[in-house]
């Protein structure tokens, strides 16, 4: 009889669980929550399951079917070398409770030194893994020594040890049939999925020139490119004094450090910080933006940023940084920006204000790729049904 171990992110597997019994989507997250299609694919199948997440809010939650744990990692295991011996304790951890509850399937997010996992094997637990960012960023491939090491013991790792990947990008498959060009087991690709109604009651973009608003949704952090989206502001506040209006809507480190340069500079009546905003919110900035904009730096390997698709369902220009592999799957429905540079950044935010030609022009481009995001056919539970399946077929 299968259970399954699913070892989830940093999000509130518990908080979503409540929700989801009581037939509400988790009200914090725009699109469909991982956990929650987890959920219900035990739901469908009849599995007994037990999830872990890494959420800071640290709680326990039994009933029949599932067991669920929020348990937050020891900050000294997430920094420097620490981390990889983080990624050690996480899989003597997830074996540990493996063990405990008797499963004989992992599924398995976030994680960099996978090779770690092959302890679930070596006690015939089967591993799916879920990649939900790349091994690097797109473009550019580390070739260092340590990095060098870590691919081949993660290529020797989904050799021998892996049942079947699920992929949320092309570009994820792609690095990992490069680290494994050998590769036997299937790969699954999922897309992030979306209520269609959730996204009806958005006003259409309009092409104001006394304001134009643009939206950032993340973390603070400076490799998400925050500090250059300031620097941008400055500029463009300068050039169009009064236009530019800017939505920064997330919480991180960079929280504190950014409050004090708005209130020295006295620039909070363009660059606001929002904070975090649950799915009404965000859906009510989606309707007040013009644009989105993702500057991810090169120092952050994303598998498949979900700002840009809601850009898209929102119907905005969505500029997105070349180091995130979107034109894969968004093609011309977003606008690539060759160099994080608040200059060049600048330059492309204004012609799109300046020429109405060219903004709704790239509106018009988001409409042809919505529905791939609305279709459950392309969920990351139907993806993992079929990795499922295809374990459970296997001569």
């Known amino acids: 009889m299968k259970k399954i171990l699913y070892a989830a992110g940093p999000g509130d597997i518990i908080q979503t669980y409540r929700y989801w019994i009581k037939g509400i989507d988790d009200p914090s997250q725009v699109a469909l929550t991982y956990s929650k299609q987890f959920y ?26 599932f067991i669920l744990y929020n348990q937050p990692k020891p900050e000294w295991l997430t920094k420097g070398i620490m981390y990889h011996l983080g990624q050690l304790h996480t899989s ?37 893994p879920t990649l939900h960012c790349t091994f ?19 290529s020797w790792f989904w050799q021998h040890c892996v049942s079947a990947t699920l992929c949320i990008s092309p570009e994820c498959e792609k690095q990992l049939r490069e680290i494994c060009p050998n590769l036997k087991s299937p790969i699954f690709q999922a897309r992030p999925t979306y209520l269609k109604e959730a996204f009806t009651d958005i006003q259409p973009p309009s092409h104001n020139p006394e304001q134009f608003n643009i939206l950032f949704a993340g ?12 620097e941008t502001a400055q500029i463009l506040e300068k050039s169009h004094p009064g236009v530019f209006k800017w939505h920064i809507c997330g919480t991180g480190t960079l929280q504190g450090g950014l409050e004090q340069l708005i209130n020295d500079d006295q620039s909070n009546d363009y660059f606001m910080l929002k904070g975090h905003l649950n799915r009404e919110q965000m859906l009510a900035y989606f309707s007040l933006s013009h644009i989105f904009i993702i500057p991810t730096r090169q120092d952050f390997a994303e598998g498949l940023n979900k700002v840009a698709i809601e850009g898209v369902l929102a119907g905005r220009p969505v ?48 409409q042809a790729i919505q529905d791939v995001f609305f279709d459950p056919k392309n969920s990351w539970k139907t993806a993992l049904k079929k990795a499922v399946n295809s374990i459970d077929n296997r001569p």
């Open 136 to 154: 690097w960023t797109t473009g550019l491939k580390p070739n260092n020594l340590k990095n060098t090491i870590i691919r081949k013991l993660n």
């Open 40 to 65: 219900e694919f035990c739901e469908e199948t009849g599995i007994s399951a037990v999830a872990v997440s890494s959420n800071s809010r640290e709680e326990v939650l039994q009933d029949e079917q």
């Open 319 to 366: 500029i997105v940084s070349k180091y995130i592999p979107a034109t894969d799957i968004l093609g011309d429905a977003v606008i690539v920006a060759d160099k994080i540079e608040a200059k060049y950044l600048a330059d492309l935010i204004a012609s799109l204000y300046e020429k109405s030609e060219v903004y709704f022009n790239a509106t018009s481009s988001t």
């Open 219 to 230: 973390r603070l952090e400076e490799n998400k490119g925050v500090l250059e989206l300031y």
């Open 92 to 128: 003597f951890h997830l074996l540990k409770l493996a063990k405990k509850h008797k499963c004989n399937l992992a599924i398995v997010a976030n994680y960099n030194d996978w090779f770690s996992l092959v302890i679930l094997k070596l006690f015939g637990i089967n591993i799916i």
